[in-house]
């Protein structure tokens, strides 16, 4: 789908910028470079995808906008490389007034652009599902009134015809009668004898209407067999648009595991690099020892230092590797739940500390705190990868929005059993808080206040239909104006039965 196109082009712009700025900030020359290999390849990408949606889009409207675009994308690649430029040259205060006063201008009116445009083919999309739906309707109470009107229309003939027949028939009034009889009651398979002298009788009159009623039987079968076609591509159009809505939740998805595996990357890289570091040196002291060995010998000091030295060593390699073993075992459990949906039974405050540890490479990057306060022994029988989508969700709902523009902020997860086998879990921000005239619409998909500036408009839609689907349950905000947002889960501790298997979601 062309919105797809569109969100894609966005996601570049956003690498764009962040590699800008990023591009003012880094020292060291290899990174600089990364940075500035990410925004050319980025900017190539958006050129694919606008000739892509160039291609695509026939609108009066949507050709308007691709237009403005092109011109902002112009003007927007040729100040990207004088940055480009500006920054190999090491000339970093005219590069960074090149982003401030020019290229956040043409970023912002490309985002707005790029907004506008979403908007317009998602309007064309719902127009498009509504004349579809019309054509179906009116063609079904056509059909059916074409079928009511040929029923009573053909009762009604047969009714005069064959009361008129067995007045003027005469000498064959019970064959006429029968004949009759047959044709009102739908059988029209038998045919009308009619003799030499009978042309100009009621019988072959009779036998005409039959034949009419014979092809108009048949007309009606072919306009019924083209109904039914019409409607079964209906019915694909409509499988269409629903494929289309998947892929774009799916994009989400994926964009979600992406980030996962780069938690993991760089979470692991710590413990990996500290135990290459022991084992390097420890290899370092085993060559030295070695060779002092091989040139007349140690000494007793020379052997106890070179014994600690490897048992420091020694430590350090157990202690990493054990620590990357324990991570490896949450990224494990973690995405083993995410990927199959499966069902089981697990300790809530665990679930919790394991999404916790995927988000935490991205929440050190912050200065903000998520802060866990759920407590032990609360045990669910429900389906721990989705449970963990939803809060991710909501966590980083907090981020992008409540804590925009902020140097500071606090998420809290917390928790606590109900009366009846239920679990409340509560995510609270104490960050900016949710516009009154936005609550309402805050589960609409595509529904954001930041298209392409990190928002997606799915995040809290994918939230919803996981809780009140899946997972058997209720959600419900209460925010404050510059207080803060506080989003609450009330979820059944058996999602399915405890002596049955748990079915893996759909």
């Known amino acids: 789908p062309k919105t797809i196109l569109v969100n894609q082009v966005t996601n570049e712009l956003n690498v764009i910028a962040r590699a800008m700025r990023n591009a003012l900030i880094l020292a060291d020359p290899d990174e600089l470079q990364q940075q500035l290999r990410d925004v050319s390849a980025s900017a190539q990408k958006m050129g694919d995808s ?43 205060g005219e590069a960074r007034n090149l982003l401030l006063v020019d290229l956040y201008g043409y970023q912002n009116s490309y985002f707005a652009l790029l907004d506008e445009l979403n908007r317009n083919q998602s309007r064309l999309m719902d127009q498009a599902a509504q004349e579809v739906g019309a054509t179906y309707r009116t063609a079904r109470d056509a059909m059916l009134v074409l079928i009511v009107v040929a029923v009573l229309l053909s009762i009604t003939i047969t009714y005069l015809i064959s009361h008129s027949l067995l007045r003027q028939l005469g000498g064959e009034p019970d064959y006429a009668a029968a004949m009759a009889r047959r044709i009102a009651a739908g059988d029209l398979s038998s045919r009308i004898a009619i003799g030499d002298s009978d042309h100009s009788s009621l019988l072959y009159a009779m036998s005409g ?18 109904l039914a076609k019409t409607i079964e591509k209906l019915g694909e159009t409509i499988d269409t648009l629903n494929r289309a809505r998947e892929d774009l939740v799916n994009s989400e998805k994926l964009a979600a595991l992406g980030s996962l595996v780069a938690g993991i990357s760089h979470e692991l890289n710590t413990p990996i690099g500290n135990s290459l570091m022991a084992a390097s040196t420890c290899n370092d002291l085993t060559r030295a020892f070695t060779a002092e060995y091989g040139h007349g010998g140690v000494s007793r000091s020379q052997f106890d230092a070179f014994l600690a030295s490897v048992a420091e060593a020694n430590n350090i390699l157990l202690r990493n590797l054990n620590r990357a073993a324990d991570l490896v075992q949450g990224f494990k459990q973690v995405a083993v739940d995410r990927e199959t949906s499966q069902g089981r039974r697990f300790q809530l405050d665990e679930v919790i500390g394991e999404i916790l ?17 759920v407590p032990e022994g609360i045990a669910m029988n429900s389906y721990p990868g989705p449970l963990g989508q939803v809060v991710i969700n909501l966590v980083n709902n907090a981020l992008i929005h409540g804590f925009d523009r902020r140097d500071a902020g606090t998420v809290v997860i917390s928790a606590h059993v109900l009366p009846g ?53 209720k959600i419900k905000v209460v925010s404050e104006i510059n207080v803060g947002t506080t989003f609450t889960l009330t979820l059944p501790l058996l999602a399915y039965p405890a002596q049955y298997s748990a079915p893996a979601a759909s």
């Open 50 to 92: 606008l000739s892509k949606l160039e291609r695509g889009i026939a609108d009066p409207k949507g050709r308007e906008l691709l237009s403005q675009i092109r011109i902002v994308h112009s003007a927007y690649i040729v100040n990207q490389d004088d940055f480009i430029k500006l920054v190999e040259a090491h000339k970093m």
């Open 209 to 226: 209407m039959r034949d009419t009623l014979v092809e108009r039987g048949n007309a009606l079968q072919d306009a019924n067999n083209e």
């Open 357 to 373: 540890l995927m988000l935490h490479p991205r929440i050190k990057k912050t200065p903000f705190k998520v802060v866990p306060k």
């Open 421 to 473: 086998e239920w679990v409340e879990l509560s995510v609270h921000d104490d960050g900016q808080g949710i516009a009154p005239e936005h609550l309402k619409r805050i589960y609409d998909p595509f529904f954001t206040t930041k298209m392409g500036a990190g928002g997606s408009g799915l995040g809290l839609h994918i939230a919803y239909n996981i809780v009140t689907g899946l997972l058997a349950g």
